[in-house]
């Protein structure tokens, strides 16, 4: 006997659930670094573009995949190409890589616990020292701490889509929004925050080249959950009497407002912190600025607020930040969980144990790889450099088959699925669409040069990681 399929209870719901994985440490802390690095204004602009040129239609495809066949990604693939056995790869690729990543993401969201209990027993001076980070993420405190989250995040899942994931949503996400508020407000306030405005709104397009462009097209995919099967899954959650396209719609433009209202919290801090500071020499990754540069921010703050008042800022930054990720994390687990539920019929606490058993023992191979274990640390050697092996479930599956997953969706979307079977579901639920000129550009665009935008974004990705070589 099959189980009725869980739904998500109300269109809000499903919005908020899906922008709960949406936002996440991309929003708050990598789109800011990017946009400081690449611009200002100019990459704005750009990434917004790509969001709603690009991306939008390729969330549309794979909310409707997930919602026709109303199956994990492995099951959405084999139901509508008719089971082609070529057509089942894409269905296991959706399926490796939202595994994978989330290892990846359990372990950068450990550190950020571990930095948030830091500042709240009243360690933020510690936090601030150049070598904290590095000797931090290597003492046995961070296993406790995996176990914690991961207890969380399960125990989330565990009570389904409606009564976990979208409860869960409905609570964390307005909670998220009203802190991230506060924080801008009172970051503006402060002394030379509008130097930091200046230089995060004022376009500069000298900055702008071909490399600045792949960034913001990749940022803007990773930030709205895509390639990842998490849209397909919550597709598959969604009621037929809800738009597909309005509902894209507003996960993208709140996806984006968290992404640029994180950026008016970081560079005004990062002003009011050394007004002569060039931005453009900050570190490139989103590490370096969540766990080197922003506790030494925070720190500085005491001047002004003492030392409470600064780990209190400190201490609300981190929570967001978990919060934010932890949202993102249930979206991803959901996915090889729907699909042990769909295709092995398992039940989901059964799967839920099995799914973390294997994912605690990858997160503990990844966390480890940062000194503790030599042989993680160097695990391989990749275009003449060594990697670890964290940077190389970054590499595969986050820079690479991101991109991969996402031309495979538009390519069977259109040409396999059919462009006018998914039409058909984009009006389901949505009587404005047919005729409309949204229908004709996702249509097309699907078809055409979004998947190429996708295999050139594939292409140079695997020349630069691989072999050492980029075209852009
Ligand atoms: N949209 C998420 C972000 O911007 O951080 C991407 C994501 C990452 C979703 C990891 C889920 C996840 F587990």
Redesign the pocket.
């Known amino acids: 006997m099959t189980a009725v399929r869980e739904h998500f209870g109300s269109r809000l719901g499903f919005i908020l659930a899906a922008a709960g ?8 802390v ?2 800011p670094v990017a946009a400081t690095k690449s611009g200002g204004g100019a990459f704005l602009l750009i990434y917004a573009l790509f969001v709603f040129l690009i991306c939008l239609p390729v969330m549309m495809a794979e909310l409707a995949l997930g919602r026709r066949s109303d199956k994990d990604p492995v099951g959405a693939y084999r139901e509508l190409s008719n089971r082609s056995h070529l057509w089942r790869i894409p269905g296991w690729l959706a399926l490796a890589t ?1 595994f994978m ?2 290892v990846f ?2 372990v950068v969201t450990v550190w950020v616990l571990g930095y948030l209990i830091e500042t709240v027993t009243g360690n933020l001076d510690k936090l601030a020292t150049p070598d904290f980070f590095i000797q931090f993420i290597n003492t046995p405190q961070i296993f406790i701490y995996l176990v914690a989250l991961m207890l969380v995040i399960n125990a989330i899942l565990a009570m389904g889509v409606k009564d976990g994931i979208e409860r869960a949503a409905k609570t964390l996400m307005p909670m998220l929004f009203v802190m991230l508020l506060g924080l801008v407000i009172f970051v503006l306030s402060l002394e030379n925050a509008s130097l930091g405005l200046k230089y995060y709104l004022v376009p500069d397009f000298s900055k702008v080249d071909g490399n600045v462009i792949s960034k913001a097209m990749a940022q803007a995919f ?4 895509l390639g ?1 099967g ?1 849209m397909i899954t919550y597709g598959s959650y969604m009621k037929r009497q809800d738009s597909i396209p309005g509902s894209s719609r507003a996960v993208a433009i709140t ?1 984006t407002l968290v ?1 640029f209202t994180a950026g008016l919290l970081i560079l005004p801090s990062i002003f009011h912190f050394n007004p002569q500071i060039d931005p453009s020499e900050l570190s490139e990754s989103s590490a370096g600025m969540i766990f080197q540069f922003l506790p030494k921010i925070f720190l500085a703050l005491q001047d002004g607020i003492g030392y409470v008042g600064a780990s209190a800022v400190a201490a609300t930054f981190f929570f967001l930040v978990l919060v ?2 932890i949202t ?6 959901e996915v090889p969980i729907a699909t042990l539920r769909d295709e092995r019929r398992m039940e989901r606490k059964k799967a839920i144990y099995l799914i973390a058993g294997v994912q605690f023992v990858l997160a503990i191979a990844c966390a480890v790889s940062f000194g503790m274990v030599n042989w993680t640390t160097d695990f391989v050697q990749l275009a003449g450099t060594n990697k670890s092996f964290f940077d190389l479930v970054e590499i595969i599956f986050y820079d690479t088959i991101l991109p991969l997953n996402g031309l495979l969706v538009c390519l069977f979307v259109i040409y396999k699925w059919k462009k006018a079977n998914f039409d058909k579901e984009l009006q389901e639920g949505d009587e404005n669409f047919a005729g409309s000129f949204s229908q004709k550009y996702v249509n097309f665009s699907l078809g055409t040069f979004i998947p190429l935008i996708l295999l050139l974004i594939f292409i140079n990705t695997v020349a630069l990681k691989f072999f050492g070589h980029s075209f852009i």
């Open positions: 994985s949406a936002v996440g440490i991309g929003n708050l990598a789109f939202p990543i989330a993401y359990l990773f930030s709205l959950s990842m998490i996806d992404a934010a990720a993102s994390l249930v979206s991803i687990i």
